[in-house]
């Protein structure tokens, strides 16, 4: 999710906000996250704190805290404006150790005052805990409803029967959905606002495979959480990672695999799932490629890695690629262009112009980068079965476009949501 930089002295999008991977932190207790918000004020500030996502070696404790404030709006009055919010990592000598530096401010996303605290425990507590704290604790459980109706559509008071009824619905359609998003977890501004965002997307398409980008393991345990009627892998347990996500009742999950990139420096690799769709093998895959246009080397040579995998999958397998490339167009006609047999899924659609660009700092302004820049990071790549039941790429579409009220995107990204159908080889041809 990087960005071309020119020789400016321009702050760096996720160069200085993704670091890399190779320590993790030693304390023995949990450590929170705050996020307080006012209203009203215009002018810009910073106000800087540490927070951590810090591991044990052998019991993981991991915590998210949110506190969302705010106080009376004027008005006619505007949103308090972002502050800069990127992590980073600052190194330690001790082995295995891995601390985040994360810039905080103050944000709001309600007129109302409140205060919520949202806390997630691994790998034993996974889900939401109300604060020890008395007088939070049920404002903690209403923030918990919240994030589980953004998701599922329905009030606490609800049974399950609308789970039940979402884990049936379209379970015979032979259209395959596809969603590919880097979710910019390591990002903790607003972090409540996003994530329920992020919920009420997931939870609207229902997308029957979901890949995605730069998840930690705060985050992906409220997904895991919430979003029962998925089965969920991840690339990796600690710092942050790529993950996939496949629908029950659609989606058979029969086994991973991950890829490790030999000379990355960010903690990078290919996580790969091989599932049965209705019956149908499809190998799936992600990645978030090394970043920075510094690095271009080195993505490159995760990429040959990336297209190496897809090509040696199974036959009779269909191959979809999704993730966050960090691919500049000029970097894949160095290697002369796709493999043969190897498509750009939105090539393969027409180039659609609206969903050409799914970095775009002319529009999107989570990082507050003083210059436009609109480039193609995210992409899907496809390599239909030589044998059996073909699928064709119907349709894509760019999502989480929406502002949200806290005045962020979900993500410095936008998704990608994308179609799939099947059909006899009779019926359907893929062509290069």
């Known amino acids: 999710m990087m960005d071309d930089k020119s020789n400016k002295g321009l702050p760096s999008h996720t160069c200085s906000g993704e670091p890399p991977v190779g320590t993790k932190g030693n304390s023995s207790s949990p450590v929170g996250v705050e996020v307080n918000g006012n209203t009203g004020k215009k002018k810009k500030y910073k106000r800087r704190q540490k927070a951590a996502c810090q591991k044990k070696t052998d019991s993981v404790c991991s915590s998210i805290t949110v506190e969302d404030q705010s106080s009376t709006v004027q008005q006619g009055s505007k949103q308090t404006r972002k502050r800069s919010g990127r992590s980073k990592l600052e190194k330690s000598t001790q082995q295995r150790s891995d601390r985040f530096t994360r810039d905080q401010s103050t944000q709001t996303e309600s007129p109302q005052s409140q205060s919520v605290q949202t806390q997630i425990e691994t790998p034993s507590g996974q889900g939401i805990h109300s604060p020890a704290i008395e007088s939070k604790s049920t404002q903690t459980l209403q923030t918990s409803f919240s994030l589980h109706q953004a998701y599922w559509g329905k009030s606490p008071t609800d049974d399950g029967s609308a789970d039940e009824q979402a884990l049936q619905s379209n379970s015979t359609s032979n259209q395959l959905t596809v969603i590919s998003w880097n979710i910019d977890g390591l990002d903790l501004e607003n972090v409540y606002s996003r994530s329920k965002g992020l919920l009420s997307h997931l939870g609207k398409y229902r997308a029957d495979v979901v890949l995605l980008q730069e998840l930690i393991p705060p985050y992906f345990n409220l997904l895991q959480s919430i979003m029962k009627d998925y089965e969920f892998v991840q690339g990796n347990q600690e710092s942050y990672f790529t993950g996939i996500l496949l629908r029950k009742g659609r989606v058979q999950f029969l086994q991973s695999n991950i890829v490790k990139y030999p000379t990355t420096e960010m903690g990078r690799n290919l996580l790969i799932a091989n599932v049965s769709f209705l019956g149908h093998p499809l190998c799936i895959m992600t990645s978030h490629l090394e970043s920075c246009k510094a690095n271009s080397q080195e993505r490159l040579n995760q990429l040959r890695r990336v297209w190496k995998w897809t090509k040696e999958a199974p ?89 949200l009220k806290c005045d962020y995107f979900i993500s ?20 290069q």
């Open 412 to 431: 410095d990204h936008w998704g990608i949501l994308c179609t799939f159908v099947y059909g006899s080889a009779e019926e359907q041809s893929v062509t």
């Open 315 to 403: 036959r009779d397998h269909t191959v979809i690629f999704g993730g966050d490339t960090n691919l500049r167009d000029w970097e894949v006609k160095k290697l002369g262009g796709l493999p043969n047999g190897i498509f750009d899924v939105w090539e393969m659609l027409g180039e659609p112009e609206e969903s050409r660009y799914t970095w775009d700092t002319s529009i999107n302004d989570n990082k507050e980068i003083p210059n436009s820049i609109r480039l193609r990071f995210d992409r899907l790549f496809f390599r239909p079965a030589a044998e059996g039941a073909q699928v064709q790429p119907e349709t894509m579409t760019l999502i989480g476009l929406e502002k």
